[in-house]
């Protein structure tokens, strides 16, 4: 695991974490919101053009629902965007107004309480 972050790889940290046996991934839950904000760092700088799409961020990311994704990003204080296409509605991470709020969001690991 430190492997694939020390190597900035970010996907197979959390193709890790949804993998982890027995209790790995409860020992990975105190830290899992500071990489997936270094992620986003990453990832939008690199979209800024056209934005991320909801449903591929909750997916890579290993959240629970789109929901939980949503609120995570939105308590960062990133904007989300609802569009509508010829698919349907899509909400759509807005990386050109968020990269400010994830550069100055905390990198916090949660406490574990006994």
Known sequence: MRHALSQGNYGRFFKLYQAAPNMGASLIDVFIDKIRVMSLRNLAVGFVATGLNMHHIANTHAFK????????LKELGCQVNTITCADGVQKKLDCRASIIPLRKAPLKVRRVVK
């Open 65 to 72: 629902s789109h929901e939980e994704c949503e609120k995570f």
